[in-house]
């Protein structure tokens, strides 16, 4: 592109030359042959008109008195009746330029020049002309080498820039060139590059949340199963395969609900459950594992208790709660259940030694762990929550205390029993 922009460039220049550089010169050479002429005419009615004043005078008249008067190029022949022929210079080769005139007393003048002269005045014009036209040209590629550049330069960087988008690379670059179609592109590739950007973050975030929510749901359908292979009795098999079942439903439920929250968090299938029943199937869940490792889990609080949300999202953030206190947490873990206004809280609290101080409310934001873990436990807590219409809050640092606040719906007892609103 940068040899075409040259090549186009001083292409123009060199027909815009050819085109007023010849007219200039055929110009030019007729203005100077006209000036030749009409220096040569007058030079021959001067020399009449001395001439004259010398006949008048009858003053003799030689080539001398006339040569002092005389152009050193030029020859002059003039003829007086009854008298030779007087020569005033050394007549001139080759082709010339003669002007003849008659004098009042009869004479005749005819001065001659040499058109060499001429020729001499257009060569020396043409030599001004052809260095213009030189230094028009040489103009005209620096200009063109600039040009060329200017566009070029920035073709190329943009090229990259698709290239490294194409890599794998989405940051943009917000290089702008001053010319605005260039600046168009530069803008649509820096738009493509933060769409990417964004895409990648969330194609990364879903693989990192997927492996987090998965791995428990999976530790637990493991132990299950170990559970069957070790057991010869029939109704152990039947209910750690049912048990194992059910998990497996859950796990298709975080799987979906992953799935459903990447595309959009608002997304959700609310309904009203009863809290009791989340709470139960969690620390079922998770008892083997406290059991394992010499700790108790258990509930207390207000009882049948309904929420309006996503029974599946609701024991996601209560297993990330829980697995939290396992891993970084001591003592008893306690799952208590509240009112307060209009809303159902869930706290989970252990009796380890909290949270950090330099973490304080950041225990929310990814990558943030008080300990060798990932870090993204708490932050798909507190999105899933958020999704599902509530909110999970770290209510006390010591002994930690985290609440999940879930909306509640007034519920009606069975035949029989009096309505009442749970408070």
């Given at each position: ?23 200039l ?8 042959t ?23 005078a ?70 001004i ?30 090229a ?11 940051r ?63 109704d ?62 258990v ?24 697995e939290n ?15 307060t ?34 870090g ?30 879930l ?11 009096e ?5």
């Amino acid at each position: 592109m940068r040899r075409r922009l040259i090549q186009s460039t001083l292409a123009v220049v060199l027909v815009v030359i050819a085109v007023f550089g010849v007219s200039l010169v055929i110009v030019e050479t007729r203005t100077i042959t006209a000036s030749a002429q009409e220096r040569v005419d007058s030079e021959a009615v001067r020399l009449a008109s001395i001439v004259d004043s010398r006949i008048l005078a009858a003053e003799k008249i030689t080539p001398e008195l006339l040569g002092d008067q005389f152009g050193a190029d030029q020859y002059a022949v003039i003829r007086i009746p009854d008298r030779a022929p007087i020569e005033v210079g050394d007549r001139p080769d080759g082709d010339v330029i003669e002007a003849t005139r008659t004098g009042e007393e009869g004479e005749t003048v005819t001065v001659q020049e040499p058109r060499s002269a001429v020729t001499r005045e257009v060569a020396r014009t043409l030599l001004i002309i052809g260095a213009v036209a030189l230094l028009a040209v040489i103009a005209a590629v620096l200009l063109a080498v600039r040009q060329a550049n200017r566009l070029a330069s920035p073709l190329t960087d943009l090229a990259e820039t698709a290239e490294r988008l194409g890599s794998g690379d989405p940051r943009p670059r917000h290089k702008r060139y001053g010319v605005p179609e260039l600046d168009r592109v530069a803008d649509v590739l820096d738009s493509s590059a933060e769409r990417i950007g964004r895409m990648l973050t969330a194609e990364r975030r879903l693989a990192a949340d997927a492996s987090h929510q998965l791995r428990t749901p999976l530790t637990a359908l493991s132990m299950r199963l170990e559970e069957i292979t070790l057991t010869d009795d029939p109704d152990t098999v039947k209910e750690e395969a049912t048990i194992a079942l059910a998990q497996v439903e859950r796990l298709t439920d975080v799987v979906q609900r992953l799935l459903t929250n990447s595309r959009d968090p608002r997304t959700g299938s609310a309904v009203t459950f009863d809290i009791d029943e989340v709470i139960q199937q969690q620390l079922a869940e998770w008892r083997p594992a406290y059991r394992s490792a010499g700790r108790a889990i258990v509930s207390s609080g207000k009882r049948h208790l309904h929420a309006v949300g996503t029974p599946g999202a609701v024991a996601q953030v209560l297993a990330a709660l829980i697995e939290n206190s396992l891993m970084h947490g001591g003592g008893t873990v306690a799952l208590r259940t509240r009112v307060t206004g209009n809303q159902a809280v869930i706290e989970v609290t252990d009796e380890g030694p909290g949270v950090p101080a330099d973490l304080g409310a950041r225990i929310f934001e990814r990558a943030i762990s008080g300990r060798n873990s990932t870090g993204i436990g708490l932050a798909v807590a507190r999105d899933l929550a958020e999704a599902d219409g509530g909110r999970l809050e770290m209510l006390q640092a010591t002994p930690p205390v985290f609440g999940l606040f879930l909306s509640r719906t007034p519920v009606r007892k069975d035949a029989g029993e009096e309505r009442r609103t749970v408070r």
